[in-house]
């Protein structure tokens, strides 16, 4: 099992690279992403590899970052993608967009990659999802954003034990008293001054 080769690169074939280790020169297929920042022939390169094994023959799939090889993996392990379709799909965006593309369920973007349908979107979307919100692929945007202050003052007095009704009414009610932009904490003290009729 071949992980890592490091050496020189001595010819650019299509979606592949020869790379010269010490005089062996192994032809190494990458995605788009990877090869626009390999250097140019005679540079000096690290890509790190998957060694894919077939009855008639042993083909080396490699990424110049953590990020895209993590998500290799996590492609083929999606039913009816093999090597060839997880590189193809690598190559449509860089591993970062294409994580939070397949968490957030963007099929309409999945499916103007080259070579993937409607169907394969679907199955990336279901199968991938869950695994990419525990993976360590880096930029995959998982956080929700921030509350606005009305979010947080409503989510808060429900929290306090008041009815959704009751706090939406109160939150209204504070607006309009303190204006739309005022700190949480008086939003907070003006309800709670209102709930309890307080003058």
Request: aromatic share 4%; charged share 20%.
């Amino acid at each position: 099992m071949i992980a890592l080769l490091s050496g020189t690169v001595v010819e650019r074939r299509g979606d592949a690279v020869v790379i010269d280790v010490q005089g062996v020169g192994y032809l190494v297929h990458l995605s788009l992403q990877s090869l626009g920042k390999l250097p140019p022939e005679g540079g000096r390169a690290q890509v790190r590899c998957y060694t894919h094994v077939r009855e008639d023959a042993l083909q080396l799939f490699g990424f110049v970052s953590a990020d895209e090889e993590e998500l290799f993996h996590l492609l083929i392990s999606v039913s009816g993608v093999g090597p060839r379709l997880a590189q193809n799909i690598l190559s449509g965006m860089p591993a970062a967009e294409l994580a939070t593309a397949i968490l957030h369920g963007e099929h309409a973007r999945l499916v103007k990659i080259n070579g993937v349908g409607r169907k394969t979107a679907e199955r990336l979307v279901l199968e991938l999802k869950d695994k990419i919100k525990t993976s360590g692929v880096a930029g995959a945007r998982t956080s929700q954003p921030p509350p606005t202050l009305n979010e947080a003052l409503l989510s808060a007095l429900v929290n306090l034990g008041y009815r959704p009704a009751a706090a939406e009414r109160t939150a209204e009610t504070v607006r309009r008293n303190l204006g739309p932009k005022a700190a949480l904490e008086d939003q907070l003290r003006e309800a709670l001054r209102l709930i309890s009729g307080a003058p």
